[in-house]
């Protein structure tokens, strides 16, 4: 019988379903005041091969989001973007009218509509995630000459696989070479888009010796004409922004010869047996 599991309770309301055929080697029920809360902690050692088999798959973390909370630019593009496609696609007005309609509507009837508006919701919901903030090419610091740079390899890439078929539709390319003051794609060959495409990455890797000294100046111009604007906002993130980018390249360098080690977290452990293999 095992022991009770809330605190003030007597009787044990905490179990684990398990799948037949699954071996559970080795199981712990703790003392209460072993972890956070007022039930107690149930450890389970399960065989890792009668759950996943012979091959353990590959973990890997995951991607960081691009809607930060903490930065209020990030958050208020978040937010408009969100407003606008709600407003655009009247949601709130087709939830009004579900919600009229339900005392006349069959429950199922009503959950799938439902269901549906709230898948609908969650794509705007991503899609504004999606817009509210643009990941740079961290590779080199960001300045307008190496935007420029990686602007135009961007397009020349848009452009090779133009070249190669793999853009049904080049309406939007056209428009772009337009803005960047390039031919019209048909007129490019593949040999040339390749070349131009060399001729980019040789620019950018020639930038990177002065793109600090160039993201520095940049921020620093940037700030002088916050200043002379009286942007009081603009004025306060720049500076956040300096602070951030000088406390990162003090630090990273030293966080990578003194921390830890990054490697995937381990799915295997190898013991030795009673006969020391």
């Given at each position: 019988?095992?022991?009770?599991?809330?605190?003030?309770?007597?009787?044990?309301?905490?179990?684990?379903?398990?799948?037949?055929?699954?071996?559970?080697?080795?199981?712990?029920?703790?003392?209460?005041?072993?972890?956070?809360?007022?039930?107690?902690?149930?450890?389970?050692?399960?065989?890792?091969?009668?759950?996943?088999?012979?091959?353990?798959?590959?973990?890997?973390?995951?991607?960081?989001?691009?809607?930060?909370?903490?930065?209020?630019?990030?958050?208020?593009?978040?937010?408009?973007?969100?407003?606008?496609?709600?407003?655009?696609?009247?949601?709130?007005?087709?939830?009004?009218?579900?919600?009229?309609?339900?005392?006349?509507?069959?429950?199922?009837?009503?959950?799938?509509?439902?269901?549906?508006?709230?898948?609908?919701?969650?794509?705007?919901?991503?899609?504004?995630?999606?817009?509210?903030?643009?990941?740079?090419?961290?590779?080199?610091?960001?300045?307008?000459?190496?935007?420029?740079?990686?602007?135009?390899?961007?397009?020349?890439?848009?452009?090779?696989?133009?070249?190669?078929?793999?853009?049904?539709?080049?309406?939007?390319?056209?428009?772009?070479?337009?803005?960047?003051?390039?031919?019209c794609p048909s007129s490019y060959t593949l040999d040339e888009v390749l070349l131009k495409i060399h001729s980019?990455?040789?620019?950018?890797?020639?930038?990177?010796?002065?793109?600090?000294?160039?993201?520095?100046?940049?921020?620093?111009?940037?700030?002088?004409?916050?200043?002379?604007?009286?942007?009081?906002?603009?004025?306060?993130?720049?500076?956040?922004?300096?602070?951030?980018?000088?406390e990162k390249a003090e630090y990273t360098r030293l966080r990578i010869f003194t921390g830890k080690p990054r490697?995937?977290?381990?799915?295997?452990?190898?013991?030795?047996?009673?006969?020391?293999?």
């Amino acid at each position: 019988m095992a022991p009770n599991s809330h605190i003030n309770g007597r009787l044990p309301i905490c179990g684990v379903f398990a799948s037949p055929g699954v071996n559970c080697s080795h199981a712990m029920i703790a003392q209460h005041g072993f972890g956070i809360g007022d039930h107690r902690v149930h450890l389970f050692d399960f065989d890792a091969q009668a759950l996943l088999g012979e091959s353990y798959p590959s973990l890997v973390a995951p991607t960081g989001r691009k809607l930060v909370c903490t930065i209020d630019r990030i958050r208020l593009n978040y937010e408009n973007v969100l407003l606008q496609l709600v407003e655009r696609h009247r949601m709130l007005e087709k939830i009004a009218t579900l919600d009229e309609l339900q005392p006349r509507m069959p429950a199922p009837q009503f959950q799938l509509m439902f269901n549906r508006w709230d898948n609908e919701l969650r794509d705007y919901i991503l899609a504004a995630e999606k817009r509210c903030r643009k990941f740079r090419m961290n590779h080199l610091p960001w300045s307008p000459v190496v935007g420029m740079w990686m602007r135009r390899l961007k397009l020349y890439k848009w452009l090779e696989a133009y070249c190669r078929g793999k853009v049904p539709d080049w309406r939007n390319l056209k428009r772009s070479c337009t803005r960047q003051g390039l031919r019209c794609p048909s007129s490019y060959t593949l040999d040339e888009v390749l070349l131009k495409i060399h001729s980019c990455m040789l620019n950018l890797e020639k930038e990177r010796e002065n793109a600090p000294k160039m993201r520095r100046e940049h921020l620093q111009d940037r700030l002088d004409i916050a200043r002379l604007r009286g942007d009081v906002a603009s004025e306060q993130e720049i500076i956040r922004i300096i602070k951030r980018e000088a406390e990162k390249a003090e630090y990273t360098r030293l966080r990578i010869f003194t921390g830890k080690p990054r490697s995937s977290p381990p799915v295997s452990v190898t013991i030795t047996n009673s006969d020391g293999a």
